[in-house]
């Protein structure tokens, strides 16, 4: 069993969402105002369990939970500061081709995060749409160019790494772990181990805009049946993503105030 792990992305002013991250209302979802952000931190420093880094060995899978952070938005060198005042440790996840641009974070502020005792790692070098659709070459080169990138701004090696859009393929670990990757964040909401090439893979449950601290705090402990619903919901998209994607995006888009 891994220990759970915690899916976030940006943490924004109100109204201000496309201040860092991707831009658009469907990044947005995944978007935490500052102040509610604050709240899940306070509930989750108070709930006993420690925030190590997926590196730490041995790493308790009990008492453990794993704070991620996806596609290396500006607001990243803030959420670091304040992890750093509760002594936990989040992984950023680089979206290395967006470094230096609007909204993201440079390559000084990636160095901050390491230095303060952060993981940073790859989501990817350019966030394609589906990752496992990719012919082999271009998904060998989107890891790594991106793993490459990372190390010569960190000036050391690079080994976590997770899943843009969450699609996942035995074939995108496997290209993950040829660029070095040894542990591999995903969308599936689950504390099942699983190991591919070597490559630890780790699911991972989402936090969305407007979610109560009582709910991660659930989400970090299993209490509930909320790990349990993210599960059946995740699984029941599977087949409609996998086999009517014109679908899926047009009933996502729909889902998320677009269309
Ligand atoms: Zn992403």
Redesign the pocket.
């Known amino acids: 069993m891994n220990p759970p792990s915690l899916m976030y ?1 940006d943490v924004v002013a109100p109204g201000h969402e496309d201040a860092s ?2 831009p658009g209302p469907a ?1 947005a979802h ?1 978007k935490l105002d500052g102040e509610a952000f604050e709240r899940q931190l306070t509930a989750l420093a108070g709930s006993g369990l420690q925030f190590p880094a997926v590196t730490t060995s041995p790493l308790a899978t009990d008492t453990s939970c794993l704070l991620t952070f ?2 290396g938005g500006a607001s990243a060198a803030h959420i670091g500061t304040l992890l750093s005042e509760r002594r936990m440790v989040g992984h950023f ?1 680089v ?1 290395t081709s967006r470094i230096g641009t609007a909204g993201f974070l440079n390559a000084d502020a990636i160095r901050d995060l390491d230095a303060g005792g952060h993981i940073v790692g790859s ?2 070098h350019t ?1 394609p749409a589906e990752i496992s659709r990719m012919p082999a070459a271009m998904l060998d080169a989107e890891w790594r160019i991106s793993v490459e990138r990372l190390q010569q701004i960190l000036g050391r090696p690079v080994s976590v790494a ?1 899943v ?2 969450g699609f996942y393929s035995r074939a995108v670990a496997q290209a993950a772990a040829a660029a070095g990757i040894c542990f591999l964040f995903t969308s599936e909401p689950t504390v099942r181990e699983h190991i591919v090439d070597g490559c630890l893979i780790l699911g991972r449950y989402t936090l969305w805009r407007g979610m109560e601290p009582a709910t991660t705090l659930a989400l970090a402990r299993g209490t509930g049946a909320l790990r349990q619903r993210q599960w059946l919901e995740w699984n029941l998209k599977k087949p409609l993503k996998r086999c009517a994607r014109p679908v899926y995006h047009l009933v996502r888009r729909h889902w998320l105030g677009e269309a």
């Open positions: 992305h991250g991707f990044a995944y996806d596609d996840m979206t989501h990817s966030h997770s843009p859009g």
